[in-house]
Nanobody, 122 residues
Framework: QVQLAESGGGLVQPGGSLRLSCAAS????????MGWYRQAPGKQQQRELV?????????NYEDSVKGRFTISRDNAKNTVYLQMNSLKPEDTAVYYC??????????????WGQGTQVTVSA
C-alpha cells in the first residue's frame, strides 16, 4: 500500500504565497517523477499539469506559473513541494499531487493525492 498526504492549501489574498507539500509513504522502493496538477472551478473534466520534477531534479512548468511557482523534492523524505508566490485569483483550484512509485514488489504505480483547496481572493 502507498499513501499520499497533501497539506498546505488555504485562503490567501492576491499577491500572497502558499507552500504545498505531498508526502508519500508505504511500500515504496523508489519514486520517479513527481508533479502537481490542478482542477479549477467549473472545469470538472480538466486537470491540468502545473509543475513536474524528475528524480534527478529536472523541472517543467505550465506557462502561466513560470517565475511564480517553484517545485522541489526531498528524495530522502519521499516528499514533493510546490512554493506558490504572487498568487492570482485564476490560481484558485484544487491542487493534486501525482507520484510515480516503484513499489517494494517491483510494480510501477501512479498515485494521486486527495487534493487540497487553494483559494486566492481579496
Amino acid at each position: 500500500q502507498v499513501q499520499l498526504a497533501e497539506s498546505g492549501g488555504g485562503l490567501v489574498q492576491p499577491g500572497g504565497s502558499l507552500r504545498l507539500s505531498c508526502a508519500a509513504s508505504g511500500s515504496i522502493s523508489g519514486i520517479n517523477d513527481m508533479g502537481w496538477y490542478r482542477q479549477a472551478p467549473g472545469k470538472q473534466q480538466q486537470r491540468e499539469l502545473v509543475a513536474a520534477i524528475t528524480r534527478g531534479g529536472n523541472t517543467n512548468y505550465e506557462d502561466s506559473v513560470k517565475g511564480r511557482f517553484t517545485i522541489s523534492r526531498d528524495n530522502a523524505k519521499n516528499t514533493v513541494y510546490l512554493q506558490m508566490n504572487s498568487l492570482k485569483p485564476e490560481d484558485t483550484a484544487v491542487y493534486y499531487c501525482k507520484v510515480d512509485v516503484r513499489t517494494t514488489w517491483g510494480f510501477l504505480q501512479i498515485h494521486w493525492g486527495q487534493g487540497t483547496q487553494v483559494t486566492v481572493s481579496a
